[in-house]
């Protein structure tokens, strides 16, 4: 199984999410799972992921250290089975942008948790406050366990 998180620059949400769930799998086993990041622009490629979201992870126990932005590329639609945008935004780009013989499902990221979170962004922090790195780690926490619960009814089995 291989996942792709997808937002703007690739400098805070998704580096965040992928980050989390590489966590999160290791700790229920899945740490075969291929987790990457990417952004949509390519404004930030070669840079580490924000110091305010790196810190922030940090303070969770979640390392964002080993992460370098880049830009989405075509392939990825074929190298990934997830594709996973940030929000509704990103979900437009990423399904005009996906050749039609592509492999790789798109998903908005917070449909994995269903009911009234289906639909839902998560919300870009960049321009924001400090404490919207905190609402954003709050929501892939969530979003991430949501999804390995879906990972694992779908029988991603466990490496033994």
């Not at 997808?6 to 400098?11: A, F, L, M, Y």
């Not at 050749?99 to 269903?114: S, V």
């Not at 919207?132 to 009814?153: K, P, R, T």
Request: proline letters at 5%; a negative charge; charged letters at 25%.
């Amino acid at each position: 199984m291989r996942i792709l998180f997808v937002c703007t620059g690739n400098i805070c949400r998704s580096p965040t999410a992928e980050g989390v769930l590489r966590q999160k799998l290791g700790k229920r086993g899945l740490d075969h799972v291929l987790v990457d990041s990417a952004g949509t622009h390519g404004y930030h490629v070669g840079e580490s992921p924000d110091p305010r979201a790196r810190d922030k992870a940090a303070q969770r126990g979640y390392s964002l250290d080993d992460q370098t932005a880049r830009r989405i590329a075509i392939e990825d639609f074929e190298r990934f089975d997830w594709v996973i945008a940030m929000d509704r935004g990103h979900l437009r780009q990423l399904e005009r942008l996906c050749p039609p013989q592509a492999t790789a499902e798109i998903h908005l990221f917070r449909d994995f948790q269903g009911g009234s979170h289906a639909g839902q962004d998560i919300p870009d922090p960049y321009y924001g406050a400090l404490g919207g790195f905190n609402e954003v780690l709050d929501l892939i926490e969530a979003g991430c366990e949501a999804m390995l619960d879906q990972l694992q009814q779908d029988g991603v089995p466990r490496r033994s």
